[in-house]
């Protein structure tokens, strides 16, 4: 049965034009299994990323084209890390998987345009390795909820029904305690969750914009609605769900815009089912400018007051940060006053001025996020 | 190349051929200025240039360089040496010494690429003569867009790729005014690229507008991109920007010397694409007045007001000064200085 929902959805996989196989994982079974899923794709063995890096220096667009390739491949080294976050701001503490990177989306914003050397949508294979690094690393006495996800360098579920990896992670993190594995995406094809044994440690979150960003600036990717359609089926199979408005964007008419988006997505969803509300306003290196203006040409974003931090990325200035937060607090507080909410990448004054506290660092927001889960998990039983 | 020359003084031709060599070089030879068709320019890649230097040393000199020319069925077509021909001209020259190929001895664009080699070599080119020249190869002598830039952009000292080639092959299209703007003011590739997002109307008023300050690059750069920001995020045409009655009144101050006049531009802009960063810094400007400080102590917000964190730099000669100053800083009231801190207007804890 699933088997069969699987290969109905593999042909909505595409938008892939070719797939790089590394030699390294030619015999994985799980490579062969996505080779299986992608039937009719041309592949083309490489050897190693230094391969992948020549092939999409050859292109002419190597950050649009890197979008239709695929690179199955197997990571070298450790596969969990954590959130580098961004110097003198608080950061959340959300550890990374590291099992893709690149992401078939194409959102105007996206840091990963100017971050990843390799534009080429690259998927490691070798999840057995991840899932020993877990065992080892929950092994070690912790005393802070063992918080991660593989949203940091890709979307969490854009490429899950190739990989199939959210399967088996969610079934390794319903048996084990002080746990969540968070699943970032703006994706919204969820079906296939629904029936895996989750035990309410995973968080399925959902990156949100108002309809008329989500149109302009995140390119190829799922509607607001068919998000929240997705975020009410999670619920509804008893998940955790996380929402994140990250990023904002300013404009004249941004207040109409995400307040009518607030009231809608609590039409959608049960504010008890929420664990936690991101909030972060749009934030990018320098380096990234010059990519939207090529990739973007249409895209406004760049005409807001934006300027360089501490960390040197740019920012909207600080004053139209806090009004926004404040305001899109207000607005969530009305519907449910006990929401958890927190501020991804801000400083301790922004912090203080938006909720009078602050975590003062990132240490004291794990303890927050620490206490939420915690709360959180015991309420849901 | 020369096969062999004789002569090469005189008023009259005096080459012979040698008949025991096949190759099929140039002939050197004295020829007459009407004998050549100034009017073909097809491989011409001047773009009004300054003939004085030249036309002083050939009054000295005479024309030292022989001109390349090849022939055509009734008279001589320029390779190589339109401004030696122009300044002979005006010096009313009769004859030029040239090298000269035959009519089929030379394609149209080995000739080009050769011309285009010599006066690399010898002057360089200035932008509108490469844009001028991309234009030609592309569209005259048939070369394929991927050579262009893999080739033919490094030699004209330009990065290869897509972009630049279609910023150049654009200047070809720019009104004559803003070609001399660009060449008059040594304008740089990326202010070129800058100036060809906007419509062709548009970059004559720019042009028009920028004539009238004499601005660096950097400035330059600045001010296109302010221009170009502002115009699309108020939906505004920069024409019309750039005919606000305020810069125009600043432009034709004539209590302000040009420095000041590009100052006051910059600010008015600055002002108009950045309107909060302005008003805080307005505020922080009247705090500090308010405030009465001295000279030698300089206060400062945090850059671009990110965090909470001011600065209070002094300086002091003498024990004397350096009470004064602390002092100063003493009697500083607390509402001037809880003025300043509030400057962001922040109701703490409002949420």
């Given at each position: 049965m699933l088997e069969t929902y699987w290969r109905s959805k593999a042909t909505e996989m595409e938008r892939f034009e070719r797939i790089l196989l590394d030699k390294a994982v030619a015999d994985d079974e799980r490579a062969r299994s996505i080779l299986l899923r992608l039937g009719g794709v041309p592949v083309e063995t490489v050897d190693g990323t230094s391969h992948v890096l020549r092939i999409a220096q050859s292109l002419k667009d190597p950050l649009g084209q890197g979008k239709r390739l695929l690179f199955l491949s197997s990571h070298k080294g450790r596969m969990v890390g954590i959130c580098p976050g961004t110097s003198g701001h608080i950061c959340c503490g959300y550890r990374i998987l590291d099992l893709m990177s690149n992401c078939p989306m194409d959102c105007s914003y996206c840091v990963l345009q100017s971050y990843l050397n390799n534009p080429v949508v690259t998927v490691f294979t070798n999840l057995s390795d991840l899932i020993d690094?877990?065992?080892?690393?929950?092994?070690?006495?912790?005393?802070?909820?063992?918080?991660?996800?593989?949203?940091?360098?890709?979307?969490?579920?854009?490429?899950?029904?190739?990989?199939?990896?959210?399967?088996?992670?969610?079934?390794?993190?319903?048996?084990?305690?002080?746990?969540?594995?968070?699943?970032?995406?703006?994706?919204?094809?969820?079906?296939?969750?629904?029936?895996?044994?989750?035990?309410?440690?995973?968080?399925?979150?959902?990156?949100?914009?108002?309809?008329?960003?989500i149109e302009a600036e995140e390119h190829d990717t799922?509607?607001?609605?068919?998000?929240?359609?997705?975020?009410?089926?999670?619920?509804?199979?008893?998940?955790p769900i996380g929402l994140h408005f990250d990023p904002l964007i300013f404009d004249d008419y941004w207040e109409k815009k995400y307040q009518e988006m607030v009231n809608r997505i609590f039409q959608f969803l049960d504010s008890k089912g929420v664990i936690w509300i991101s909030m972060g306003s749009l934030r990018f290196p320098p380096s990234l400018k010059r990519v939207i203006e090529d990739r973007f040409p249409e895209?406004?974003?760049?005409?807001?007051?934006?300027?360089?931090?501490?960390?040197?990325?740019?920012?909207?200035?600080?004053?139209?940060?806090?009004?926004?937060?404040?305001?899109?607090?207000?607005?969530?507080?009305?519907?449910?006053?006990?929401?958890?909410?927190?501020?991804?990448?801000?400083?301790?004054?922004?912090?203080?001025?938006?909720?009078?506290?602050?975590?003062?660092s990132t240490e004291g927001l794990i303890e927050l996020f620490d206490r939420r889960c915690r709360d959180f998990m015991r309420s849901s039983r | 190349?020369?096969?062999?020359?004789?002569?090469?003084?005189?008023?009259?031709?005096?080459?012979?051929?040698?008949?025991?060599?096949?190759?099929?070089?140039?002939?050197?030879?004295?020829?007459k200025l009407a004998e050549i068709d100034r009017s073909d320019e097809l491989f011409a890649m001047s773009f009004e240039p300054d003939l004085a230097l030249l036309r002083e040393s050939a009054k000295h000199m005479g024309i030292l360089e022989p001109i390349w020319l090849r022939r055509k069925a009734v008279k001589l077509q320029i390779i190589h040496g339109f401004r030696r021909f122009d300044v002979a001209q005006t010096l009313k020259m009769r004859t030029l010494r040239a090298l000269i190929w035959g009519k089929d001895q030379i394609g149209d664009r080995i000739a080009f690429e050769m011309a285009l080699h010599g006066n690399i070599a010898a002057r360089g080119l200035?932008?509108?003569?490469?844009?001028?020249?991309?234009?030609?190869?592309?569209?005259?002598?048939?070369?394929?867009?991927?050579?262009?830039?893999?080739?033919?952009?490094?030699?004209?000292?330009?990065?290869?790729?897509?972009?630049?080639?279609?910023?150049?092959?654009?200047?070809?299209?720019?009104?004559?005014?803003?070609?001399?703007?660009?060449?008059?003011?040594?304008?740089?590739?990326?202010n070129i690229m800058l100036l060809s997002e906007f419509s062709r109307e548009e970059r004559q008023r720019l042009c028009r507008f920028l004539s009238r300050l004499r601005i660096g690059e950097n400035v330059l750069r600045e001010i296109l991109i302010h221009l170009r920001e502002i115009a699309r995020r108020d939906g505004i045409g920069v024409t019309d920007l750039v005919s606000n009655s305020r810069i125009q009144r600043l432009l034709s101050n004539n209590r302000l010397s040009g420095p000041q006049k590009i100052e006051a531009v910059r600010k008015f802009l600055k002002e108009k694409r950045y309107p909060r960063l302005s008003e805080l810094e307005g505020k922080f400007r009247l705090c500090k007045k308010r405030m009465g400080l001295p000279p030698q102590i300089e206060i400062a917000p945090p850059p671009f007001f990110e965090g909470d964190r001011f600065k209070v730099q002094f300086?002091?000669?003498?024990?004397?000064?350096?009470?004064?100053v602390l002092g100063t800083l003493n009697k500083l009231s607390k509402k001037s200085v809880g003025n300043l801190l509030a400057i962001k207007g922040y109701r703490d804890g409002t949420v």
């Open positions: 690094e877990l065992e080892m690393e929950t092994n070690r006495p912790h005393s802070s909820v063992f918080r991660v996800g593989p949203g940091e360098l890709s979307d969490s579920l854009a490429l899950d029904e190739l990989t199939r990896f959210s399967e088996e992670l969610i079934a390794w993190f319903a048996d084990h305690r002080d746990t969540v594995l968070e699943l970032k995406t703006k994706h919204s094809r969820v079906d296939h969750l629904l029936n895996f044994r989750h035990n309410g440690r995973t968080v399925v979150s959902w990156s949100l914009n108002p309809q008329a960003i799922p509607s607001l609605i068919e998000r929240l359609k997705g975020a009410r089926m999670c619920q509804d199979a008893g998940y895209s406004r974003i760049l005409l807001g007051e934006l300027f360089p931090g501490k960390d040197g990325k740019l920012r909207y200035l600080e004053p139209i940060r806090v009004g926004m937060f404040q305001k899109m607090i207000s607005w969530i507080r009305d519907i449910d006053s006990t929401l958890f909410v927190y501020l991804c990448m801000e400083t301790h004054p922004v912090w203080k001025a938006v909720f009078g506290w602050s975590p003062n | 190349m020369v096969r062999r020359t004789v002569g090469g003084t005189g008023q009259k031709s005096r080459t012979k051929r040698t008949q025991n060599r096949g190759d099929e070089g140039p002939l050197l030879q004295w020829v200035n932008v509108v003569e490469k844009a001028m020249t991309l234009e030609k190869l592309l569209s005259r002598f048939g070369v394929m867009r991927d050579e262009v830039i893999r080739t033919w952009l490094p030699l004209l000292n330009l990065d290869p790729n897509e972009k630049v080639l279609n910023s150049f092959l654009l200047v070809k299209t720019f009104s004559l005014d803003v070609k001399r703007y660009l060449h008059s003011h040594g304008v740089s590739l990326n300086h002091f000669g003498s024990q004397r000064e350096y009470e004064a």
